[in-house]
T-cell receptor
Framework: GNSVTQMEGPVTLSEEAFLTINCTYTATGYPSLFWYVQYPGEGLQLLLKATKADDKGSNKGFEATYRKETTSFHLEKGSVQVSDSAVYFCALSPLQGAQKLVFGQGTRLTINP | GEEVAQTPKHLVRGEGQKAKLYCAPIKGHSYVFWYQQVLKNEFKFLISFQNENVFDETGMPKERFSAKCLPNSPCSLEIQATKLEDSAVYFC??????????????FGQGTRLTVV
């Protein structure tokens, strides 16, 4: 079956610190991988995605590389800001058509000034 | 429309009452998904539609939950005889399938259901 495991939170960092949130997956075939972000009181927004092995998704200073050999899609940012405080979800979607997203459990990130 | 519109934003129901949630997908999107987010952030897939047809309903509790996507109407998710454990935020998402490629799912703001 398909599953996503991400780093347990909460994660608290100081502004300008380096961020890594780990995400590993189990899937049949070649899924697409996503990072979604949920700001307080809001819905999910797509942060970045990668659809095949070795693809790097990037947006707003965040990056994640699709690593098939380690079945990972870790989220990184070189210098976080207070405005990055949110809950981050790693997710996968199987190839071939519009399939449901399988989410990790979410990682709450708090950035202190 | 250009965004997924969910109504109402908040819904409070007494235990045993019916709850009905609505979702208008982005115009031109063929797929609609419903997810339930419970307190610990976990997202649980409920059901998906391809136009008005059920595509995948493996996550739907069979007994009290039902959903529809009828032409020219918002999609709906209905819970008959709500229970305390149904309290959650229900998110709707829509996407435009492009054959074998996965396209982005756009999420609405969610409906927070509180069963008291």
């Amino acid at each position: 079956g398909n599953s996503v495991t991400q780093m347990e939170g909460p994660v608290t960092l100081s502004e300008e610190a380096f961020l890594t949130i780990n995400c590993t997956y189990t899937a049949t075939g070649y899924p697409s991988l996503f990072w979604y972000v949920q700001y307080p009181g809001e819905g999910l927004q797509l942060l970045l995605k990668a659809t095949k092995a070795d693809d790097k998704g990037s947006n707003k200073g965040f990056e994640a590389t699709y690593r098939k050999e380690t079945t990972s899609f870790h989220l990184e940012k070189g210098s976080v800001q207070v405005s990055d405080s949110a809950v981050y979800f790693c997710a996968l979607s199987p190839l071939q058509g519009a399939q449901k997203l399988v989410f990790g459990q979410g990682t709450r990130l708090t950035i202190n000034p | 429309g250009e965004e997924v519109a969910q109504t109402p934003k908040h819904l409070v129901r007494g235990e045993g009452q019916k709850a009905k949630l609505y979702c208008a997908p982005i115009k031109g999107h063929s797929y609609v998904f419903w997810y339930q987010q419970v307190l610990k952030n976990e997202f649980k897939f409920l059901i998906s539609f391809q136009n008005e047809n059920v595509f995948d309903e493996t996550g739907m509790p069979k007994e009290r939950f039902s959903a529809k996507c009828l032409p020219n109407s918002p999609c709906s998710l209905e819970i008959q005889a709500t229970k305390l454990e149904d309290s959650a935020v229900y998110f709707c998402a829509s996407s435009q399938s492009q054959g074998a490629l996965n396209t982005e799912a756009f999420f609405g703001q969610g409906t927070r259901l509180t069963v008291v």
